[in-house]
């Protein structure tokens, strides 16, 4: 079973509030990824990484940045959240490290909603 | 970006019924991947299967990568695989990121 976790859950926070969301995986895996995904709809990739202090953004331009000082850490970070930024976020990783190569496993996501 | 369409969007069945799920995809792609998100959010692996055929249960994949596209089948559904199954492929041109872009989902609803 894959061992990626975040939090918090779920966040209700105010415009203008500097959040951070946190995800760690457990696997050694090298690849981290974040996706956002909007009720009913598909996922997006909004950054990912090879690998510590390697990062780069993906297919959905996105506010957020992200940071990856540890292999199996992989925060993302909002400086100033607005209504627009309400969805749900998902971690991911992947790597040589497990049952696939390059399988992605997905941590339980955080549904933020900004008031 | 390379494309990825599944259909039906929505199905619905009445419980003991198989049902077909369908993924095109407009690149090759070393990378495929089914999922069922549940009713909390959270996506659950069901097959890696950038080419051939998997088993896992009462659910079975295939993909014919030179064709382009993948099958999930579900055989005696249960009100229990009701939800969101989404296919997932990594274009070959995404390298060593190997980043998944996502079809839009079936959603599926078993009924009692």
């Known amino acids: 079973e894959a061992d990626i976790y975040q939090t918090p859950r779920y966040l209700v926070i105010g415009t203008g509030k500097k959040i951070t969301l946190e995800c760690s995986q457990t696997?050694?895996?090298?690849?981290m990824y974040w996706y956002q995904q909007d009720p009913g709809m598909e996922l997006h990739l909004i950054h990912y990484?090879?690998?510590?202090?390697?990062?780069e953004k993906g297919d959905l331009s996105s506010e957020s940045t992200v940071s990856r000082i540890r292999t199996e850490h992989f925060p993302l970070t909002l400086e100033s959240a607005r209504p627009s930024h309400t969805s749900q976020y998902l971690c991911?990783?992947?790597?040589?490290?497990?049952?696939?190569?390059?399988?992605?496993?997905f941590g339980p996501g955080t549904r933020l909603t900004v008031t | 970006g390379i494309q990825v369409e599944q259909s039906p969007p929505d199905l619905i069945l009445q419980e003991g019924a198989n049902s077909t799920l369908r993924c095109n995809f407009s690149?090759?792609?070393?990378?495929l991947q089914w999922f069922h998100q549940n009713p909390w959010g959270q996506l659950i692996n069901l097959f890696y299967?950038?080419?051939g055929t998997k088993q896992n249960g009462r659910l079975s994949a295939t993909t014919v990568a030179t064709e382009r596209y993948s099958l999930l089948y579900i055989s005696s559904s249960q009100t229990t695989d009701s939800g969101v199954y989404f296919c997932?492929?990594?274009?070959?041109?995404?390298?060593?990121?190997?980043?998944?872009?996502f079809g839009s989902g079936t959603q599926l609803t078993v009924l009692p």
């Open positions: 991911a990783s992947a790597g040589l490290a497990g049952r696939m190569p390059y399988e992605q496993y």
């Open positions: 696997m050694g895996h090298d690849k």
């Open positions: 990484s090879y690998g510590v202090n390697s990062t």
């Open positions: 690149d090759s792609v070393n990378n």
């Open positions: 299967i950038p080419s």
């Open positions: 997932a492929v990594g274009p070959i041109s995404s390298g060593s990121a190997r980043q998944l872009t």
